[in-house]
């Protein structure tokens, strides 16, 4: 008989087991804790957010996972405070998650302060859809979702939006979302790159380095649009160009046209500096470039 499942050895144990869960939450990226989540609640029929034994069984098998009968016990036993024989989804999947390192948690503040201009503490689910970016989705890529499905599973993730339709993310719902979805990212660099890369925001935004590479992209797009007008100061010339960057005809370059922009101006750069210029053009800090804006900057 295995010690390590009576008493002492019990809590190391389920971290091994639990270890193993968290490594099949890594091997399926993109359905991570937050599709076991609903795994859990398609086996919770009375809704009560428990799993008996033979529920949590099928659960995980749905997920790809096969414990021995001495294992899941173990789990429930662990999990089971109350001693009525079912696991806690919420204790269960606190069990999964790691605190966010200190890198990882700065970017998450740093996307969700991009939109909580006021300081409120929530921000409109309108302001997310205006600044995420999924070009660089792994199933925008590869073709298998379009933007907009994109964009309403990700808004479908937070309660706030999916529960009661109030169109609001609270920093709560913000901060969870990222720890659940850190756990199927297990270096720190890859974390920092995907929100540097779906929000256009840099880690090293207060480096001198930084501000450097920023003057000098702003340079490159003054001069590109230089060349495009030949130096015209032409207002019909110049609000025909940014029409044709205006790829919504709403009146209004965004972050996504910005990046559209920038590559057809022939500018390689690296997704992480996009905000960054973007900011020196949109001066009056809207989160997009009104026509006024773009035709001073072409023409400064």
Known sequence: VDMAFYGVGCEVKVKELLLQIKMQIQNKPGRGIRYLKVIFKRYDENGNKRLDPTEFEECLNAFGLFFKKVELQALIKYYDVDGDGQISLDEFLRGLRDPLTERREAMVWRAFALMDRDGSGQIEAADVAHLYDVSQHREFIEGTKTKDEIMSDFLNSFDGVKGNNDGIIT??????????????????????????????????????????????????????????????????????????????????????????????????????????????????????????????????
């Not at 720190?188 to 450097?212: A, K, P």
């Not at 960057?245 to 997704?271: H, P, S, W």
Request: hydrophobic share 35%; with cysteine; net charge negative.
């Open 171 to 300: 920093k709560d719902e913000w901060f969870e979302y990222y720890t659940d979805l850190s756990v199927s990212i297990p270096s720190d660099d890859y974390f920092v790159q995907m929100m540097e890369s779906t929000w256009n925001i840099c880690e090293d935004e207060d480096d001198n380095e930084y501000h450097s590479k920023i003057n000098q992209y702003v340079q490159f797009v003054h001069d590109q649009l230089q060349n495009l007008t030949s130096g015209s100061n032409d207002e019909n010339l110049i609000r025909k160009i940014y029409d044709d960057f205006d790829l919504n005809q709403n009146g209004m370059i965004t972050i996504d046209e910005f990046a559209n922009m920038v590559a057809k101006l022939e500018i390689a750069v690296e997704r992480k500096y996009l905000r960054g210029i973007f900011r020196e053009i949109d001066l009056d800090k809207s989160g997009a470039i009104e026509f006024e804006e773009f035709y001073n900057f072409a023409t400064k």
